[in-house]
């Protein structure tokens, strides 16, 4: 149900990459080009940025999926909140990637959420209060609403068109 939401709203992409290696050295590759990373929860991530790391993905391979991210570097404007989760699967002339691309984390449902809650509370208050300047001040309220749900938004489709770009870029370099 979620996900088809986000799919209408672009946070979710699905993108297939064929490439002509095997298997066994695209896992070597990714070793190589990716840190590793089991991408879950880290208090001390907000330091990531100092890190003199020369990958620019962190994430984990096994024998048949894989994870990664970009890391965070210092002023690179959120274009690290997306996520790949992909499929290898083999054939004779190659390796065939099927990669799911979310934007979308679970802690952006607490954000809206707590936004949702928030100004519904508020525009009650005001119109409860019996006040006549009260529908001026609506209007605001309103104008600051969208800008607070849609800037986050658009942050995180550009994060996900970059990982998207980024990744077929780097895919296909490693098979040079």
């Known amino acids: 149900m979620i996900d088809t939401i986000l799919r209408k709203f672009h946070l979710i992409k699905n993108i297939e990459i064929s490439?002509?290696?095997?298997?066994?050295e695209f896992s070597k590759?990714?070793?190589e080009n990716v840190t590793e990373s089991d991408l879950g929860f880290n208090l001390f991530s907000g330091f990531?940025?100092?890190?003199?790391?020369?990958?620019?993905?962190k994430g984990f391979i096994s024998n048949t999926t894989f994870k990664l991210k970009r890391i965070k570097k210092l002023f690179d404007n959120n274009a690290h909140?997306?996520?790949?989760?992909?499929?290898?699967?083999?054939?004779?002339?190659?390796?065939?990637?099927?990669?799911?691309?979310?934007?979308?984390?679970?802690?952006l449902l607490f954000f809206?959420?707590?936004?949702?809650f928030f100004y519904s509370i508020f525009l009650v208050g005001i119109l409860?209060?019996?006040?006549d300047q009260a529908f001026f001040i609506i209007p605001f309220i309103?104008?600051?609403?969208?800008?607070?749900?849609?800037?986050?938004?658009?942050?995180?489709?550009r994060s996900l068109k970059k990982l998207e770009s980024g990744l077929e870029k780097e895919f296909y370099y490693w098979t040079k």
């Open 142 to 157: 309103l104008i600051h609403a969208a800008f607070m749900i849609l800037i986050p938004y658009f942050i995180l489709k």
């Open 112 to 116: 809206y959420s707590f936004l949702a």
């Open 48 to 57: 990531e940025v100092f890190s003199s790391n020369k990958n620019d993905y």
């Open 128 to 131: 409860f209060t019996g006040q």
């Open 29 to 31: 590759r990714f070793r």
């Open 81 to 107: 909140m997306a996520i790949a989760n992909g499929k290898i699967i083999e054939d004779t002339n190659g390796i065939h990637l099927k990669i799911e691309v979310k934007a979308y984390t679970k802690f």
């Open 19 to 24: 490439l002509p290696i095997s298997k066994l």
